[in-house]
């Protein structure tokens, strides 16, 4: 069983005789978590158990030991092979293979990403659920963000909240976009008589998705173009679906008149995260190259269009 997870502070001096409990909410210790780490946690200063209406003083070190988390009672462990490309005490980040989905749904009850990390949580002895900070669709790629812990999920929503979670996807598309780079700012809803499918309509909720064409070439005498794309909201199928409104759908992608000839998945994935480290404050960045069904499209291309996407970086 994982220890329990744990923070500590240091009080500074214009600290002094602050609340314990103003103390915890400014360091973004949200009410509810309070709330179960009084029930079942601990509140410590100088080794000492003290209640929220403590007078701080400098110097003093808070503890803040948080309720012991468990997985899931509903979802089983699987020894899925995970592409982890960072992990720490506080989160990780794995490289998703197209065709695996993030987490358990009526179509696809097990063999989901939120097994493999559950069974990799069980190997580690690290005991909690698993706290997805971003999400892929079944068939795109790319990274992948999970907290370990709720705080640091918490923390990641607040970062989201600010858009201060940048993500960098690469998509190959039907056509040429013009203009070659924008904004698109498009709301997006559900379609009618739909579960799944979603377009741009004008009650659907609002999302912006900025657009750069890398290059463009033939492949099978089909014109394509490499796009990134950078989220500045989070909706459902917002790439796929703002492609298909500019008119350039992503290859692939059956569900928004893709064109299927090449690619027999949305050609999408998420190339790279940054962020703040949610406890350390540490800048990270992280990259995971083109799938080998993407790169393949690319390789031997007209325009060379591999050798311009990594001229990007």
């Not at 013009?178 to 498009?186: L, N, S, T, V, Y």
């Not at 009618?192 to 070439?217: K, L």
């Not at 928004?256 to 480290?277: E, K, M, P, V, W």
Request: proline share 5%; glycine share 6%.
């Amino acid at each position: 069983m994982s220890a329990l997870f744990t923070l500590e502070f240091t009080v500074s001096s214009s600290e002094k005789n602050m609340l314990l409990r103003e103390f915890l909410l400014q360091k973004q210790i949200s009410r509810k978590a309070l709330t179960a780490i009084k029930e079942n946690g601990a509140l410590l200063v100088n080794g000492t158990e003290e209640n929220v209406q403590y007078l701080l003083q400098p110097g003093d070190t808070i503890t803040v030991q948080f309720p012991p988390e468990s997985g899931s009672e509903h979802m089983k462990g699987e020894p899925i092979p995970l592409d982890i490309l960072y992990e720490d005490a506080y989160l990780l980040a794995v490289n998703k293979p197209a065709g695996i989905s993030t987490i358990p749904s009526q179509l696809h009850p097990s063999g989901t990403l939120a097994n493999a990390l559950l069974y990799h949580y069980e190997q580690t002895g690290h005991t909690a659920a698993v706290h997805f900070v971003t999400r892929l669709d079944l068939d795109t790629s790319g990274l992948v963000l999970v907290a370990k812990h709720r705080h640091t999920h918490h923390l990641f929503s607040l970062a989201q909240q600010e858009q201060a979670i940048e993500k960098k996807y690469y998509a190959l598309v039907s056509g040429i976009p013009f203009p070659a780079k924008g904004r698109i700012d498009q709301p997006i809803g559900r379609t009618d008589n739909s579960i799944i499918q979603r377009e741009v309509r004008d009650d659907g909720q609002m999302a912006s998705t900025i657009y750069h064409t890398v290059s463009s070439f033939q492949k099978n005498h089909l014109t394509c173009s490499l796009v990134e794309l950078h989220l500045l909201t989070g909706r459902t199928h917002q790439i796929r679906v703002h492609m298909q409104w500019l008119g350039h759908p992503l290859l692939g992608d059956s569900l928004y008149n893709g064109d299927c000839s090449i690619l027999n998945r949305q050609a999408l994935h998420c190339t790279s995260l940054r962020f703040q480290h949610p406890i350390t404050g540490e800048e990270i960045f992280l990259q995971c190259p083109l799938p080998n069904d993407m790169q393949h499209i690319l390789t031997d291309t007209e325009n060379s269009a591999s050798e311009k996407m990594h001229e990007q970086h």
